[in-house]
């Protein structure tokens, strides 16, 4: 079994990177082959040498793409930074980078850790689809900012499998283009929005399990359910199996933090410290979150009250902070 995994990150994500890439080696050792691919920008000689350290640890293949060429592309079609970096939004150009002959190609965020084999994800049927993404678990109500129904299906951007020849048939990289160039670009999660609203007929839906998000390992089923309710989402069987049989988990912000910020309450974060002892980061220094001064309330209420009733509450104000945007969008 032939694995292709792709990355992309600046240097300050490039140690977090590191410790998903060192849990993706870790745990699937019986892959034949494994070939990295890294969509950098501005890495360091530092960060290369430690990630290039892993491919001769595991046996297994790094390649870094120049990416400057596609930066400029960028620049030219109006593609928006997104907190000051191109990176985010790298892999929707993916078949002007990758000149290899890969059919399939599986791309994870850097605050993923695998724990699991993802051969599956490499066997199955594309269903004539583009991509393969796993709903999002708290965009039920953003959804509807960038012109979804709330029938509709929104996917989260941290796991996506590329079917590539379906993606280059069905002109998805053109039709991107051709969306931001017409003006299209006030999206508050750029990459994922594009892809839920212009490529959202050629998605499978994928098995939560290989995107295991943080509100799963945090709050009771029911009271997700209670406050999130079940259209356009997974079945409650399905999110209680997550116990058990997550592939990937998503580690991405809970509370203002991530779990490798210092004093941090994320439920990942064992997790995270196990892979990054493992990892050429194990020397790892940790600061303290830049947060909000809402989010040191949210942090606070949290350590206070039951998590069912914590959970209202930010679904209330989560709620009002997207009704927010979508009147400074109209």
């Known amino acids: 079994m032939h694995m292709n995994v792709l990355y992309q990150f600046n240097e300050k994500y490039a140690p977090y990177a590191g410790v998903s890439i060192t849990s993706l080696f870790e745990n699937n050792k019986n892959a034949d082959e494994i070939c990295v691919y890294i969509l950098g920008e501005n890495l360091s000689e530092t960060s290369k040498r430690k990630l290039k350290s892993l491919e001769q640890e595991y046996k297994r293949k790094i390649l870094f793409k120049d990416t400057q060429a596609l930066v400029e592309k960028m620049k030219e079609w109006g593609v928006p930074a997104y907190r000051g970096s191109y990176a985010a939004n790298m892999r929707l150009f993916l078949p002007m980078i990758l000149q290899e002959d890969v059919d399939r190609i599986l791309y994870l965020d850097a605050d993923t850790i695998v724990q699991g084999s993802l051969q599956p994800l490499f066997e199955m049927e594309d269903a004539k689809a583009a991509l393969g993404m796993v709903l999002d678990s708290l965009g039920q109500n953003h959804k509807r900012t960038i012109g979804l129904r709330g029938e509709d299906l929104y996917y989260n951007s941290g796991v996506i499998l590329f079917f590539m020849s379906n993606w280059k048939e069905y002109r998805c990289t053109e039709r991107i283009i051709e969306h931001i160039e017409a003006g299209n670009t006030m999206y508050s999660a750029p990459d994922q929005d594009l892809l839920n609203v212009v490529c959202r007929e050629e998605i499978l839906k994928l098995p939560a399990k290989y995107n295991?998000?943080?509100?799963?390992?945090?709050?009771?089923?029911?009271?997700?359910?209670?406050?999130?309710?079940?259209?356009?989402?997974?079945?409650?069987?399905?999110?209680?199996?997550?116990?058990?049989?997550?592939?990937?988990?998503?580690?991405?912000?809970?509370?203002?933090?991530?779990p490798w910020d210092k004093d941090n309450l994320h439920p990942d974060r064992k997790l995270f410290d196990y892979y990054l002892e493992k990892s050429p980061w194990e020397d790892y220094i940790r600061e303290k979150a830049e947060v909000t001064f809402p989010m040191k309330v949210e942090k606070l209420l949290f350590k206070m009250l039951p998590h069912g009733m914590f959970l209202r509450i930010f679904h209330v104000f989560h709620n009002l902070y997207v009704e927010g945007k979508k009147e400074i969008k109209a």
Do not use: M, W
């Not at 509100?215 to 409650?236: I, L, M, P, T």
């Open 212 to 258: 295991a998000q943080p509100v799963h390992r945090v709050y009771h089923v029911n009271d997700y359910f209670k406050c999130y309710g079940s259209r356009a989402y997974y079945s409650e069987e399905e999110i209680e199996k997550l116990k058990d049989d997550t592939v990937i988990y998503h580690c991405f912000r809970f509370l203002g933090e991530f």
